[in-house]
């Protein structure tokens, strides 16, 4: 891969992601300090795909909503 396909690509990642820091820099244990604005970074990302990962889920089950009342279970 040349330099510029190897720029390209990050650039797509980054503007198709949103992500502009490695996440588990801020998770797993290391010799260094995480800064405290890359902490809030992966705070908001983490917030942001569980609600991603929560609406899915609730668009997913919507369409069955409706099928157990009235099915007449137990009867």
């Known amino acids: 891969m040349h330099q510029k396909e190897h720029e ?3 650039a797509a990642f980054i503007r ?3 992500i ?3 996440p588990t820099a801020c998770v797993l244990p290391t010799q260094g300090l995480v800064a405290p604005a ?3 970074a992966l705070a908001r990302y983490t917030a942001a795909r ?3 990962q929560q609406q899915k889920i609730a ?3 919507r369409p069955f909503a409706g099928c157990l ?3 007449g279970l137990g009867e």
């Open 8 to 10: 390209a690509a990050i």
């Open 16 to 18: 198709d992601t949103g």
């Open 20 to 22: 502009t820091r490695c």
């Open 38 to 40: 890359d902490r809030a």
């Open 50 to 52: 569980s609600r991603a």
């Open 59 to 61: 668009a997913r089950e």
């Open 69 to 71: 009342i009235g099915a």
